[in-house]
């Protein structure tokens, strides 16, 4: 799936250098337009050019001792996606590469194909080699990808600015504001209760703290967690400290370990908000979702 880089660049580490390109996954749907199939691409910076999964290769004419000698002549091969459909073509050879891998080296063909997205094709170069042994039969590599893409390893997923979210430690699920300009997630809580608390909040760092939540639907629940640290917000209504806990937080059954600031949060819409601690390194936020 592409992810617009403008829809969250607070995420990216280089954002001007990154404005005008596409972040792009390991792995991508793509299509050749001169085979008509769909190909499950996997996505490699390590690799110079594209490669595409061919087999039965025939030169027109015969063909000469050395590859490149076939340079300009007619190429007919046969391609085959994952699915095992297939797809015989033809197509002037527009040079050689030699590869090396962990196999040694090797020469192959190459040829001008449309590759790319669904209706967003675009010529380049691709070597032709029996990928039928591989888990991908379409590989896409640097010269496809430069100035246009990013890749992401990560593959991160896109969120809206509002998702349904869980937290196990509450049993409930939260219609949840995304919020890329706050640091932190803040959950809604009242009733707070320190044991063996003291006035200073700071002091009571690694002692259990009692609390109860309530999401938009009315739905509440008593939580016990230990505090790990106090957080100072500074908004358009001031200052304040709040505790923080450790809570796991996220789309159900994709939740992981996240620190959360507490507040009374009844006047507000939305009684969880989630920050950039929990967003970074696992998602980019569409807008328009």
């Given at each position: 799936?592409?992810?617009?880089?403008?829809?969250?660049?607070?995420?990216?580490?280089?954002?001007?250098?990154?404005?005008?390109?596409?972040?792009?996954?390991?792995?991508?749907?793509?299509?050749?337009?001169?085979?008509?199939?769909?190909?499950?691409?996997?996505?490699?910076?390590?690799?110079?050019?594209?490669?595409?999964?061919?087999?039965?290769?025939?030169?027109?004419?015969?063909?000469?001792?050395?590859?490149?000698?076939?340079?300009?002549?007619?190429?007919?091969?046969?391609?085959?996606?994952?699915?095992?459909?297939?797809?015989?073509?033809?197509?002037?050879?527009?040079?050689?590469?030699?590869?090396?891998?962990?196999?040694?080296?090797?020469?192959?063909?190459?040829?001008?194909?449309?590759?790319?997205?669904?209706?967003?094709?675009?010529?380049?170069?691709?070597?032709?080699?029996?990928?039928?042994?591989?888990?991908?039969?379409?590989?896409?590599?640097?010269?496809?990808?430069?100035?246009?893409?990013?890749?992401?390893?990560?593959?991160?997923?896109?969120?809206?600015?509002?998702?349904?979210?869980?937290?196990?430690?509450?049993?409930?699920?939260?219609?949840?504001?995304?919020?890329?300009?706050?640091?932190?997630?803040?959950?809604?809580?009242?009733?707070?209760?320190?044991?063996?608390?003291v006035d200073n909040m700071n002091e009571?760092?690694?002692?259990?703290?009692?609390?109860?939540?309530?999401?938009?639907?009315?739905?509440?629940?008593?939580?016990?967690?230990?505090?790990?640290?106090?957080?100072?917000?500074?908004?358009?209504?001031?200052?304040?400290?709040?505790?923080?806990?450790?809570?796991?937080?996220?789309?159900?059954?994709?939740?992981?370990k996240v620190k959360v600031n507490l507040?009374?949060?009844?006047?507000?819409?939305?009684?969880?908000?989630?920050?950039?601690?929990?967003?970074?390194?696992?998602?980019?936020?569409?807008?328009?979702?």
């Amino acid at each position: 799936m592409l992810k617009k880089i403008g829809l969250c660049m607070l995420l990216l580490s280089t954002p001007v250098l990154a404005q005008d390109k596409t972040i792009i996954g390991p792995t991508a749907q793509m299509s050749v337009v001169e085979t008509k199939l769909a190909f499950e691409a996997r996505i490699d910076t390590g690799a110079v050019n594209t490669s595409l999964n061919a087999f039965d290769l025939q030169v027109e004419g015969g063909s000469a001792k050395k590859m490149k000698d076939n340079v300009g002549k007619m190429l007919h091969f046969t391609t085959e996606n994952a699915s095992g459909e297939r797809q015989r073509l033809s197509a002037p050879i527009v040079r050689t590469s030699t590869v090396s891998n962990s196999q040694g080296r090797e020469t192959r063909y190459m040829v001008w194909l449309h590759v790319g997205f669904d209706g967003k094709e675009r010529k380049v170069l691709v070597n032709l080699r029996d990928r039928s042994h591989m888990d991908y039969k379409l590989l896409i590599g640097r010269s496809w990808l430069k100035g246009k893409y990013l890749v992401d390893v990560s593959d991160k997923k896109v969120i809206g600015p509002v998702a349904p979210i869980h937290i196990i430690e509450t049993g409930l699920m939260f219609k949840t504001r995304i919020d890329t300009g706050a640091v932190e997630n803040s959950l809604h809580a009242v009733d707070l209760k320190v044991d063996n608390g003291v006035d200073n909040m700071n002091e009571n760092i690694g002692k259990m703290l009692s609390f109860t939540t309530e999401n938009e639907k009315g739905v509440s629940h008593r939580v016990k967690a230990m505090i790990v640290e106090t957080s100072l917000i500074r908004n358009a209504q001031g200052s304040e400290i709040r505790y923080m806990v450790e809570l796991n937080v996220g789309e159900p059954g994709q939740e992981y370990k996240v620190k959360v600031n507490l507040r009374d949060r009844s006047k507000m819409s939305y009684k969880l908000l989630i920050g950039r601690n929990w967003l970074q390194g696992h998602y980019l936020v569409d807008v328009e979702r």
